[in-house]
C-alpha cells in the first residue's frame, strides 16, 4: 500500500483535492441524472466538479509558486522543502471553489470548504493537523453551510454535511478513523433523503448535493487510508432508479432502518415539496467584492426577489447565487452593495432539463453549429454574444479550467462547435476540453486563436450555413491573417526584448513580445500600430479596457486615418479586461 499522510497537511490537502475532482469525475453523470432539487436542471455533478476543479487547480498554483522559490535556492523555503504550510493550503482551496463554485451545489460546497479553512487555517490554535482538528473542521463546515442558506432545508447537502459532522464528532482515533466515521455518517444520511423530502421520494432518487458530497468524504478517506470506501458501497443505493427511502435513523451513528417507498408515494409526515412551474425564470450567480454588511442588506434585497439564496464567503470576497424572475434587479442589488463580476445568468426556459424532466417536454431540439469562445471583459463578452457565440468569461490571473470550457460547449448545445480560446496560454486547456467534448459526441474544431481580437476576425466570417471544414478553414485563415498587439503596464521591474522595463513603464507587446516600453500610454499605442501596419493592413481593430484614457479611441482613430490611407479603424468597449488597450490588425 503506497505511504498515506498520517496527519491533515498540505500534502494531504492537495491530495484530497486530486483523489475528490478524480471522484466526481466518475460520478458526475449520475448525479446530473438524479439532480430534481430545487430545480431539476440536471447539472449539479457537473457544478460539483467545476467547483473542485477550481479549488484543485488554486491549491496546485500554491504547490508550484513553494517549488519555483524553492527552485531559485530563497532561504525561506528551505524550512518547508518546497511545500506550502496546512494554512496555505486549505485558504487556497477555499479561494478557489468560492470563485469557482457553480450552481447552488457548488456554492454550498465552496462554504463547507471554507468553513474547513477557518478551523485549519486559524492563528494561535495548535493541534489542528491531528483527527481533534479534522472534527472541528467538518463541524464548522456543516455550521457555517447552514448559515449561509437562506431558508435551510431537510434532505439535502446540509442535512448529509451536519450527518458526517455528528459522526465524526463521536469517532475516536486518527484521522483516517474520524474521515471514515464522516463518510459513513453521510452515507446513511443520504439514503434517508428521501424520506425527509418528498421531491426525491417522488422521484425514487436521494439528493443529488448529498450524494456529491458523500464523494468528496470518501476521496478524504482515501487520502488518510489509502483505500476507497467505494468498494465496500453498492451504488445501486443511489441510483437513479432507486425507489428505496430511508427510515428513520437510530441513536446508533449511522445505522440506517431501510422501508421501501414507491416512486411518487408520499409518506406521512414529508412536506409536499413538489416544484411547480411557477418557479423563478432564472439562475443569477456572481462573485461580489462588498462589505460584510452590505452584504447583510442584500441578502434581505435578494430573499425578497427570490428564493434558492444561497450567499458564501466573506473577508471581502462573496459567492451570491438566487433563483427569480427578475434577474436585472439581483444583479443591480450586487451593484448596489459592492462590485460584482463573473456573473453568469441562465434561464429555465422551456427547453431547458428541469422543465423537459418535470414536465415530459421534449428535450430542446440541438443546434448544428455554434461558437464557443474565451473572452477577458464583459465588452467583449457582449459583443460576441451579439454574434451567436457562447462566452466563457477569463478574469485576468484567473484563467478558465478545461471543464469551465466542457460546461460552455454542453451550453451551446450543438452538434458541431468552433472553439475560440482567444489566449495562447489557454491552447492545453483548450484542446483538453475539445476532447472531452467529442468523448460526448460533439463535433469540435479548435481554431488558435491568441488573441481576443484574432477571435473578432474568425466571428466576423463564421457562416453557420456552409459545410463544417469550409467554415472552420475560413475562420481559422481570418484569426492568422490577424496580428495582434497589446498595451499594459508593468507591475515589476523585468529583462524584455526591447530592454529592462520599470515598474509602471508602459508596453507594447506584438505577438506577445515586448516590442515598445514607454511612459506614455497613447504614444506607445501610437508606437505600436506604426510598426504593426509598417507590413501593411486593411482594418485596425482597437478594444479599450476600462482603465484605458477617454480620450485614447480618438487619438488612435486620427493617426491611422491620417497616416495610412485606406486602412479603417473600429473601437470596442472591452470592460474589465485586464490591458489597457487590444490591438488588431487585419
Avoid: K
Amino acid at each position: 500500500m503506497p505511504q498515506v499522510p498520517q496527519t491533515l497537511d498540505a500534502l494531504a490537502v492537495r491530495t484530497w483535492c486530486g483523489l475528490a475532482l478524480e471522484a466526481l469525475g466518475r460520478a458526475r453523470e449520475e448525479i446530473d441524472a438524479i439532480n430534481v432539487y430545487p430545480v431539476a436542471d440536471g447539472d449539479t455533478g457537473t457544478n460539483l466538479y467545476l467547483t473542485v476543479e477550481s479549488a484543485t487547480a488554486a491549491v496546485e498554483a500554491v504547490f508550484a509558486g513553494h517549488e519555483t522559490v524553492a527552485a531559485a535556492g530563497d532561504g525561506r523555503a528551505s524550512a518547508g522543502g518546497g511545500r506550502p504550510t496546512l494554512a496555505d493550503a486549505v485558504r487556497a482551496m477555499a479561494h478557489g471553489a468560492l470563485i469557482g463554485a457553480r450552481g447552488n451545489s457548488g456554492t454550498i460546497l465552496a462554504q463547507l470548504l471554507r468553513g474547513m479553512a477557518l478551523v485549519l487555517a486559524a492563528e494561535g490554535e495548535s493541534g489542528r493537523t491531528d483527527a481533534e482538528g479534522l472534527r472541528l473542521a467538518l463541524r464548522q463546515a456543516a455550521d457555517s453551510a447552514r448559515d449561509a442558506v437562506a431558508h435551510p432545508v431537510e434532505g439535502t447537502v446540509l442535512t448529509v454535511a451536519a450527518a458526517a459532522a455528528d459522526a465524526a464528532g463521536g469517532a475516536e482515533g486518527d484521522c483516517g478513523t474520524v474521515a471514515r466515521a464522516a463518510y459513513e455518517g453521510a452515507r446513511a444520511a443520504l439514503v434517508a433523503t428521501p424520506r425527509q423530502l418528498a421531491v426525491l421520494a417522488r422521484a425514487g432518487v436521494v439528493d443529488a448535493g448529498g450524494r456529491g458530497l458523500v464523494a468528496v468524504l470518501a476521496a478524504l478517506v482515501e487520502t488518510f487510508t489509502g483505500e476507497s470506501p467505494r468498494a465496500g458501497w453498492a451504488l445501486g443505493e443511489v441510483h437513479a432508479r432507486v425507489a428505496v427511502a430511508a427510515g428513520p435513523v437510530t441513536a446508533a451513528a449511522g445505522h440506517v432502518e431501510p422501508d421501501h417507498v414507491e416512486p411518487g408515494h408520499l409518506e406521512p409526515g414529508c412536506v409536499d415539496d413538489r416544484p411547480d412551474d411557477s418557479g423563478p425564470a432564472f439562475e443569477v450567480i456572481y462573485l461580489l467584492e462588498a462589505q460584510d454588511a452590505a452584504v447583510t442588506r442584500l441578502r434581505d434585497r435578494l430573499d425578497r426577489l427570490g428564493d434558492s439564496l444561497v450567499v458564501v464567503g466573506g473577508d471581502g470576497l462573496w459567492n451570491v447565487h438566487v433563483h427569480v424572475d427578475d434577474a436585472g434587479a439581483a444583479v443591480e442589488a450586487g451593484v448596489e452593495a459592492g462590485r460584482p463580476h463573473r456573473i453568469r445568468i441562465t434561464h429555465f426556459g422551456l427547453g431547458d432539463a428541469h422543465t423537459a424532466g418535470a414536465a415530459g417536454l421534449p428535450p430542446r431540439e440541438r443546434a448544428q453549429r455554434a461558437v464557443v469562445a474565451v473572452v477577458p471583459g464583459e465588452g467583449l463578452a457582449g459583443l460576441y454574444a451579439e454574434a451567436g457565440a457562447t462566452t466563457v468569461l477569463a478574469r485576468p490571473g484567473e484563467p478558465p479550467a478545461s471543464g469551465e470550457l466542457v460546461d460552455a460547449v454542453r451550453r451551446a448545445h450543438a452538434r458541431e462547435v468552433v472553439l475560440l480560446p482567444n489566449d495562447a496560454d489557454l491552447r492545453h486547456t483548450a484542446a483538453a476540453a475539445a476532447e472531452q467534448a467529442r468523448t460526448e459526441g460533439v463535433r469540435v474544431a479548435l481554431i488558435p486563436t491568441r488573441s481576443a481580437v484574432q477571435g473578432i476576425a474568425a466571428l466576423a466570417v463564421h457562416e453557420p450555413g456552409r459545410r463544417f471544414d469550409e467554415d472552420v478553414v475560413a475562420m481559422t485563415s481570418a484569426a492568422g491573417a490577424t496580428r495582434y498587439a497589446e498595451v499594459a503596464v508593468a507591475e515589476r521591474q523585468s529583462w524584455t526584448m526591447a530592454g529592462i522595463c520599470q515598474a509602471g513603464d508602459v508596453l507594447g507587446l506584438i505577438e506577445g513580445d515586448v516590442a515598445v516600453i514607454g511612459a506614455d500610454i497613447a504614444a506607445t499605442a501610437e508606437a505600436v500600430i506604426d510598426r504593426m501596419l509598417a507590413a501593411g493592413g486593411e482594418m485596425v481593430t482597437l478594444v479599450l479596457g476600462d482603465e484605458a484614457p477617454g480620450a485614447i479611441a480618438a487619438r488612435l482613430e486620427s493617426r491611422v486615418r491620417e497616416s495610412y490611407l485606406a486602412v479603417d479603424t473600429v473601437v470596442y468597449r472591452g470592460g474589465r479586461q485586464g490591458a489597457l488597450l487590444l490591438i488588431g490588425v487585419e
